[in-house]
T-cell receptor
Framework: QKEVEQNSGPLSVPEGAIASLNCTYSDRGSQSFFWYRQYSGKSPELIMFIYSNGDKEDGRFTAQLNKASQYVSLLIRDSQPSDSATYLC?????FGAGTRLTVKP | NAGVTQTPKFQVLKTGQSMTLQCAQDMNHNSMYWYRQDPGMGLRLIYYSASEGTTDKGEVPNGYNVSRLNKREFSLRLESAAPSQTSVYFCATYSPGQTNYGYTFGSGTRLTVV
């Protein structure tokens, strides 16, 4: 069965630190990968997508894709308390279970 | 521009009752999805519709039926609700284009079956 797996966490980092979130996938044919942020009681919202090997940066967020190793990561620089949420990795209709991030002031 | 609209937002059902969750989108996307989200299990795909007139089973279709009424609307029906169907249900659309790429979710329906 094709799967997307994430470290369930929780992950806690101090304000201003780098938060690193990881995701692995089993379908070698997967093309596009997405990172979603979900605040408690809310629906997921798209942060970034990536479909090429390497890094993609958008503000404080950097997505990294390594197709050979079948992993995707999300780095959040200068983490803020407002980044505290659950982060979901997704591809081809499949979502990981999410990693809960807490940024402590 | 509402995006993806789900109704109702909250619902309590008794075991064995039926109900339909409604989803409508104004984004002109072909693909629509129904997911359920349970604590610690992420989003699991129930059914999806790649285009008007087509529907396909996802990972957890048992106990559900869907109807793609037209391009805008995709409904999810529980014929005989069970406590195991207590969950948060999300409808989503998908855009493969360069703008608004990815999934857009509705605000969710919190369903409790007692």
């Amino acid at each position: 069965q094709k799967e997307v797996e994430q470290n369930s966490g929780p992950l806690s980092v101090p304000e201003g630190a780098i938060a690193s979130l990881n995701c692995t996938y089993s379908d070698r044919g997967s093309q596009s990968f997405f990172w979603y942020r979900q605040y408690s009681g809310k629906s997921p919202e798209l942060i970034m997508f990536i479909y090429s090997n390497g890094d993609k940066e958008d503000g404080r967020f950097t997505a990294q894709l390594n197709k050979a190793s079948q992993y995707v990561s999300l780095l959040i620089r200068d983490s803020q308390p407002s980044d505290s949420a659950t982060y979901l990795c997704a591809n081809d209709m499949r979502f990981g279970a999410g990693t809960r991030l807490t940024v402590k002031p | 521009n509402a995006g993806v609209t789900q109704t109702p937002k909250f619902q309590v059902l008794k075991t064995g009752q039926s109900m339909t969750l409604q989803c409508a989108q104004d984004m002109n996307h072909n693909s629509m999805y129904w997911y359920r989200q349970d604590p610690g299990m992420g989003l699991r795909l129930i059914y999806y519709s790649a285009s008007e007139g087509t529907t396909d089973k996802g990972e957890v279709p048992n106990g559900y039926n869907v109807s793609r009424l037209n391009k805008r609307e995709f409904s999810l029906r529980l014929e005989s609700a069970a406590p195991s169907q207590t969950s948060v249900y999300f409808c989503a659309t998908y855009s493969p284009g360069q703008t608004n790429y990815g999934y857009t979710f509705g605000s969710g329906t919190r369903l409790t079956v007692v």
